[in-house]
């Protein structure tokens, strides 16, 4: 079982700057894939990046490429998401994820096991 906390989030205006964290239970969190996904109201789940164990990143939305950045630190058994540049149309629910290894694409939410509660993220044009 692995339990995903997440911090970060918040109201912020266009062009600013978050850092979501999301913090793993278990032992094992550096043997996941770890993906970050949000939610705008009335539509489903958007993937967003997903990242190896080895900190190589697998896959990132052409939505949000070349402003945001997932990173992981497994001593700390975290992932990072760094939003820059943001746009109103960024405004989410985000969530963080974790699938096992090789198993399905880690850009499809029905391979993860474990979600993270969310965390809104607002950003005013």
């Known amino acids: 079982q692995v339990q995903l906390v997440q911090s970060g989030g918040g109201l912020v205006q266009a062009g600013d700057s978050l850092r979501l964290s999301c913090a793993a239970s278990?032992?094992?969190?550096?043997?996941?894939?770890m993906g970050w996904f949000r939610q705008a109201p009335g539509k489903e789940h958007e993937f967003v990046a997903a990242i190896r164990w080895s900190g190589e990143v697998t896959n990132t939305a052409d939505s949000v490429k070349g402003r945001f950045t997932i990173s992981r630190d497994n001593a700390k058994n975290t992932v990072y998401l760094q939003m820059n540049s943001l746009k109103p149309e960024d405004t989410a629910v985000y969530y963080c994820?974790?699938?096992?290894?090789?198993?399905?694409?880690?850009?499809?939410?029905?391979?993860?096991?474990?979600w993270g509660q969310g965390t809104q993220v607002t950003v005013s044009s």
């Open positions: 278990a032992r094992t969190f550096s043997t996941y894939t």
């Open positions: 994820a974790a699938k096992s290894p090789g198993l399905g694409d880690a850009t499809r939410p029905t391979w993860y096991s474990y």
